[in-house]
């Protein structure tokens, strides 16, 4: 039987109708927390209330837009209590090499990783402030951002960006009892890595600079993303952990045409 570390808190997910963000809720819900789900996909969100019941509700919420966010932050509070915890998933890429890169593709790219994790983790710092109890943030970030790869400019400055955000945030909020650090998945098995699965060489050229030489289940993500949220954690501050099954003493392979 799982330990309940966190019976009776809120949290907060985004991301969580499917992938990481989803394992990250379904883990918080058997150890006893109450989840407010975001995400702009209602079809996932609507089969994760199904599965999790009255402990999940999902909040159709657009994390790029902070009315949105604040909402959907202030919508948790008032249906599961104050607010102890706040995971930061959402994240997706749309790359090309820098000589090809359109500017609306870096945009959406750097606006879904990085303004989302700023306006989560400014409405929910609000709201944790306020609880007068220790509270927690953790930033999923991204092996990406300290790896270059051809055609992830966009996406490894952005997951760069939240790393460092993280530990700035982390010295900013210290004084009120939140800790702030970031996850630093490598290659994960979720809906954004399909088409690199689908493609058998390319996954393999992947899997032979991984010491472990397999990907990650969202689930094994999620648990480290909840060690840093817990009481075993509660020394832990303004940092990031990576969970790449060694990727980090490797590299990418290369990619270039």
């Known amino acids: 039987m799982r330990v309940k570390r966190f019976e009776g808190m809120c949290a907060v997910v985004t991301g969580a109708a499917s992938g990481?963000?989803?394992?990250?809720?379904?883990?918080?819900?058997?150890?006893?927390?109450?989840?407010?789900?975001?995400?702009?996909?209602e079809g996932g969100l609507r089969h994760m209330e199904e599965a999790l019941g009255?402990?999940?509700?999902?909040?159709?919420?657009?994390?790029?837009?902070?009315?949105?966010?604040?909402?959907?932050?202030?919508a948790a509070v008032e249906r599961y209590g104050p607010l102890r915890?706040?995971?930061?998933?959402?994240?997706?890429?749309?790359?090309?090499?820098?000589?090809?890169?359109?500017?609306?593709?870096?945009?959406?790219?750097?606006?879904?990783?990085?303004k989302g994790v700023f306006f989560c983790t400014k409405h929910s710092g609000r709201h944790m402030r306020e609880t007068g109890k220790p509270g927690a943030i953790v930033n999923v970030g991204s092996f990406n951002g300290r790896m270059p790869s051809f055609g992830g400019s966009a996406y490894?400055?952005?997951?760069?960006?939240?790393?460092?955000?993280?530990?700035?945030?982390?010295?900013?909020?210290?004084?009120?009892?939140?800790?702030?650090?970031?996850?630093?998945?490598?290659?994960?098995?979720?809906?954004?890595?399909a088409s690199l699965n689908s493609n058998i060489p390319m996954r393999e050229a992947y899997l032979e600079r991984i010491p472990m030489a397999r990907a990650a289940t969202p689930d094994e993500i999620a648990a480290a993303c909840?060690?840093?949220?817990?009481?075993?954690?509660?020394?832990?501050?303004?940092?990031?952990?990576m969970v790449d099954g060694g990727w980090e003493t490797s590299n990418f392979p290369r990619l270039a045409s």
Not at 168 to 193: H, K, Y
């Open 156 to 193: 490894s400055t952005a997951k760069a960006g939240v790393e460092m955000f993280s530990k700035n945030a982390a010295l900013e909020l210290a004084q009120f009892g939140i800790r702030v650090n970031a996850v630093l998945p490598g290659l994960v098995d979720t809906p954004m890595s």
């Open 85 to 114: 915890l706040d995971f930061n998933v959402a994240g997706a890429a749309r790359g090309a090499l820098v000589l090809d890169l359109d500017e609306t593709d870096w945009d959406f790219t750097v606006d879904l990783v990085q």
């Open 226 to 241: 909840l060690f840093m949220a817990s009481a075993d954690a509660s020394y832990i501050t303004g940092t990031a952990l």
């Open 20 to 41: 990481i963000g989803a394992a990250i809720a379904t883990r918080l819900v058997a150890e006893g927390a109450s989840v407010a789900g975001l995400d702009v996909a």
């Open 54 to 74: 009255d402990s999940f509700t999902g909040v159709l919420a657009d994390v790029t837009v902070e009315s949105d966010v604040a909402r959907a932050v202030e």
